[in-house]
């Protein structure tokens, strides 16, 4: 679905935007510029994976960061570039939304339900420890 939402894009001339980004935009859209640890939990990601995230959207020229309140931190906002197309991205958001809930509504097992499912399995046992059970299995991999 990504590959898709960026084909979207691609075909539109938004270039270097990749899906994964747009929540984050909009966040800053419409909230003005946030710290990454403000940003991270308005969209229930860690500091981290966030940190990282922010730094290859500055790189792309999607987001920059300035001083915030003192001189200690720091405020990721918009970049003109973003606020450019800003209004674009809420429309592909939307329509991705709507896409989903029709393509949800064409099958018996809901995505949603199904991503819940995953994430409990794997609270059971990791994706990792199953990885690893399967190559401690694979004379390959010793």
């Known amino acids: 679905m ?14 270097g935007l990749r899906p994964s980004y747009v929540m984050e935009l909009l966040r800053l859209h419409a909230h003005g510029p946030m710290t990454i640890t403000e940003l991270a939990e308005s969209v229930d990601r860690t500091h981290s994976a966030l940190s990282q995230k922010v730094a290859a959207m500055r790189a792309a020229g ?11 931190s720091k405020k990721v906002t918009l970049t003109d570039k973003a606020r450019g197309v800003i209004g674009r991205l809420a429309a592909e958001w ?31 046992r990791s ?16």
């Open 127 to 142: 994706f990792h420890d199953r990885i690893a059970e399967k190559l401690a299995q694979d004379p390959a991999w010793r």
């Open 94 to 124: 939307r329509a991705t939304e709507a896409a989903l809930a029709e393509l949800e509504a064409e099958i018996p097992y809901p995505l949603s339900r199904a991503v819940s499912d995953v994430e409990r399995a794997l609270e059971r």
């Open 62 to 72: 999607w987001v920059r960061t300035v001083v915030g309140e003192d001189a200690r």
């Open 2 to 15: 990504d590959a898709d939402i960026a084909r979207i894009y691609s075909e539109e001339r938004i270039e």
